[in-house]
């Protein structure tokens, strides 16, 4: 298998990323995590959603939109990432409202 890693797919990895994570961090958290935080949310869970439909031999196929079908499993996998985060909450940041800051001693409490 030959990867392709030029601009274009790395621009497509971006934006499928950046959309699967901000509806899977609205849907898992009830807030989104920021740009970054949701392009890394989406592209993690591109990666778990690819390995966990090969594994269980899901297919999830859009006729047509390839672009959709790849939306969607990365969306499960952001999702069951995100779950799982909060679940063990190893951000620290997850639980507090969107935009809020913390201060040091805040953290020290925590």
Same mark, same amino acid.
């Given at each position: 298998m030959v990867l392709n890693l030029d601009f274009d797919t790395i621009l497509v990895w971006i934006l499928i990323g950046l959309v699967a994570g901000f509806f899977a961090s609205h849907l898992a958290l009830g807030h989104g995590l920021g740009i970054v935080g949701d392009v890394i949310a989406g592209i993690a869970g591109a990666l %778990? @959603? $690819?390995? %966990? !439909? $090969?594994?269980?031999?899901?297919?999830?196929?859009i006729v047509g939109h390839p672009i959709l079908s790849a939306m969607v499993i990365a969306f499960i @996998? !952001?999702?069951? #990432? =995100?779950? #799982? =985060? +909060? %679940?063990?909450?190893?951000? @620290? @940041? %997850?639980?507090? !409202?969107? $935009? !809020?800051? +913390?201060s040091i001693s805040a953290w020290k409490k925590k």
């Open positions: %778990l @959603g $690819g390995f %966990l !439909a $090969g594994i269980f031999h899901w297919s999830i196929t @996998g !952001a999702v069951i #990432v =995100l779950f #799982v =985060l +909060r %679940l063990f909450n190893m951000s @620290g @940041g %997850l639980d507090c !409202a969107p $935009g !809020a800051r +913390r």
